[in-house]
């Protein structure tokens, strides 16, 4: 899969120059250097952050971990770097049987980097391995759709069995899926990350696989460097469609101050994202080689329902609401973000299947003398927040803004809680020590509503980090999830986003744009709808 699927929580908030206007990026680019000679095996660079967690594909849900896993597996489907649409990729075909049950064929051929074969067992044993509960995956409600799942992952206790009734294998190219109930938009999920294949080695030392990952995807690793970079290089014996390059650096930074300053010196090859305070001079630094592309994501304010600061309130709804009517979405995305954002009208970002143009309607309306009426009857006139965010994204100038704004309008007294870098906010999140809020920005794992509703929202949703819990929106969710069609789903799950807004999970700020660049060193640069560089197209010059 090509997408930010596993690299749903974003760490970096990208802005554009002044009055830019937009450009996709890619082609020869790079002032006169079409002529130049292209390396098939030059190693480009790409900005990016140390993972949270071994690299293990149940267990990725950021940007770090997220690309580095996409570059090393293929699975069974991928979406298509332009429009989104799903395309089968190591699957020969996906069938749908009935409103429960599918038939997946296994292209022959494919195999992973150590040159085991990549078999239908090598998805289903990786699936049960990751729903299973007592491997404590993050991904695991990914496969909550099977049949058998709640007895390898009950709520409460042991797990019956480590494998699911739902899956079999008549053969080794062969996979036969019953769900526990009808899922319309069950295939949409095979591109993401979690259904993965695995080799049969990972299963004799997780652990030290997730050092050392044996992946087949277009790129296998070769050396860690904690805190440094991830080096790959390409797989020469890979199925799909070879990379025009030898493999990519994954550099880690701190900051993006200093990725945009290496990227401008030709020291880094790929951006993934542009800091506010290069935006002034990012498309005249960096000329045709700007890229400003669309992205399916959003920028939100999440709420810890376990803080103390918030479960001391007499309405928790109106508050969070309250807050959002006192942020100026308009002025903070025009002048503090340059323009480079849209204020968001709901949960569901446009291009998204399923975007309610006023779905959050009033609640996401600028409106500070009914902001600080609602924090008043909630009781939240006295009440102290902050802002959770990671230092090395470019957020600081945005959340010190939206704070400004709920100090002067409220009155309540709101704050920035910076931490260093991605990784140790996604660890304050994962062991529940937000103070009240906390930034969370996602990109779509498959463009439909569902994956920016139910997958960050269901009570039991992998993504629902906050604690949030809503039994309306979950009936509403169940229901869609077992429509007769796509579309029948997509509409019932636009009624279940409207649940959401009587007492708010999050405040929906802004949808994101891809603002970034590379070197002069590639060209062939592109990026897709999740905002993720097509790697497999970068191009190296020859030095």
Known sequence: MRGAKSAKWVAIAAVVALGATACGGGGDSSGGSSSKAVDPAGVFSYQSSEPQHPIQPANVMETGGGHITDALFSGLADYNPKTGELENLVAESIKQDDASHYTIKIKQGWTFHNGEKVTAHSFVD?????????????????????????????????????????LTVPDDYTIKVALANPAPYWTYKLGYSAFYPLPKVFYTNPKKYGQEPIGNGPYQFVKWNHNQNFLTKTYANYAGTKPKNGGINFKFYTTSEAAYQDAVSNNLDVLDQVAPSDMAKYHQDLGKRAVDSPQNAIQTIAVAEYASTIKGLKDRGKFIEGLSMAIDRKTITEKVLAGSRTPATGFVPPAVKGYNADACGEACTYNPAKAKQLVQEAGGANASITVLYNADGGHKEWVTAICANITQNTGVKCEGD???????????????????????????????????????????AAGNEGGYSNKTFDGLAAKADKAATLDESVKLYQDAEKALYQDMPAIPLWYYKTNAGYSANVKGVSYDTFGKPVYADVEVYKK
Do not use: C, E
């Not at 699936?127 to 058998?148: E, L, P, R, V």
């Open 418 to 460: 910076a931490k260093a870098d991605f990784k140790t906010v996604l660890d304050v999140r994962t062991k529940k020590k937000v103070q009240s809020l906390y930034r969370s920005g996602w990109v779509q794992d498959y463009p439909l509503n569902a994956n920016f509703l139910k997958d960050l929202y269901g009570t039991t």
């Open 126 to 166: 990786a699936w049960n391995w990751g729903a299973d509960a007592k491997n404590a995956q993050q991904n695991a409600s990914w496969f909550a759709d099977i049949k058998g799942y709640t007895d390898v992952h009950p709520d409460k206790g042991d797990p019956k069995t480590d494998k699911m009734s739902g």
